[in-house]
């Protein structure tokens, strides 16, 4: 069974420092980075899915706790199995890497189990909780009957890792559901911060049609 050192033969093999360089500019992670990209980084959690995870030293390398992360959510059966893990291991979760690259392992079953994920952790102080509670807005934010219910969510907050997935995911709201998402925008006592990344994605978007650009664009002019 492979362990902790052959991963770190291998992660050692892998290292991109130029992509190092890179990446640890963005992943502002409080623990090392090796700089392993991440075609690299899903060969490897193919590759140890089976590894005994229990000689695995973590938090030492933002990899390692990324793989771990990911292998282990992959292990468990249900959604509840997995956010009771995610909690009971959110100090190993300090990058928007991990949590962007594991939310969609969650395995809700039905709308209202993801709700009631999503209100519990949105209503959280941690940063990356907090981010994961909104990325799981993306399962269900096509559909206009979720509308109502996904916007009550919406709060601002100083983090600035929820900030951004805040404006992400409004600016995806925006794109299926311009006209609620508009009115929305104009009603609700969300920061100028948060609206303003949400429109700059928004007009960012191929997707968008430019009616819904220039209206949009038109709005921030507003903004003050």
């Keep these: 069974m492979l362990t902790y050192q052959d991963l770190l033969k291998d992660l050692k093999e892998f290292q991109d420092l130029k992509y190092k360089e890179f990446i640890t500019k963005i992943l502002n992670s409080n623990i090392k980075v090796i700089g392993i990209c991440s075609k690299d980084i899903k060969f490897l959690i193919k590759k140890y899915q089976d590894a005994d ?27 509840e199995e997995q956010i009771a893990f995610i909690k009971e291991n ?77 404006g992400w995911v409004l600016s995806m709201l925006y794109l299926y559901h311009p006209k609620k998402t508009f009115e929305y925008l104009k009603n609700s006592s969300l920061s100028i911060k948060i609206q303003k990344i949400a429109i700059q994605k928004a007009i960012d978007s191929y997707r968008v049609s430019k009616e819904d650009k220039e209206l949009i664009r038109n709005y921030r002019k507003t903004l003050k």
């Design 90 to 166: 959110i100090d190993l979760i300090g990058s928007w890497e991990i949590t962007d690259s594991t939310y969609q392992l969650i395995k809700f079953k039905t709308f209202y189990e993801a709700y009631k994920v999503m209100k519990e952790l949105v209503n959280s102080k941690n940063e990356f909780l907090i981010r994961y509670g909104y990325l799981f807005m993306f399962f269900y934010y096509k559909e206009e009957k979720y509308f109502d219910r996904l916007v009550k969510l919406f709060k601002n907050s100083t983090y600035y890792y929820v900030e951004m997935v805040e």
């Design 53 to 79: 995870l229990s000689t695995f030293e973590l938090n030492k390398y933002h990899e390692v706790n990324f793989i771990y992360i990911t292998i282990s959510l992959k292990r468990l059966k249900t959604s």
